[in-house]
């Protein structure tokens, strides 16, 4: 039963890893030290799609689900969960290349939001 409970919690942390990693630049707008947190874990997911390495919480998860009688899977995470739901017919090497450079691209266009957000609400220095 703990060990079910471990997977389904890993499983959630996974989720929300991948949102913060493709939209978390957002938070950047609500609190700028976001951004140490978020461009490492940015910059590691991109890297993970597009080399096709595996997220320690995959193998982590598939340990908890099999300790807990469960089957585990073979393929990574957005493969398993995602890719069945966003992408039907599977994505292929291309794919997961242009998924993590997707998740560059939007974040790069979050953060230049920010950025000129940030401009127009500073104060101009000499105005004063």
């Keep these: 039963m703990i060990y079910r409970l471990l997977a389904d919690l890993t499983l959630a942390v996974h989720f929300g890893f991948i949102l913060f990693v493709a939209v978390g630049g957002l938070l950047v707008a609500w609190r700028t030290w976001v951004a140490w947190v978020h461009i490492p874990a940015a910059l590691w997911g991109a890297l993970i799609s597009i080399f096709g390495w595996v997220c320690p919480l995959t193998p982590l998860e598939n340990r908890f689900r099999r300790l807990g009688g469960q089957a585990g899977y073979t393929e990574s995470f957005i493969e398993h969960y995602l890719v069945p739901i966003i992408y039907p017919g599977g994505i292929g090497p291309r794919g997961w290349i242009a998924l993590g450079v997707g998740v ?9 939001w920010v950025y000129r957000r940030s401009r127009r609400m500073s104060p101009d220095p000499d105005s004063a």
């Design 104 to 112: 560059l691209v939007v974040n790069v266009c979050i953060y230049a």
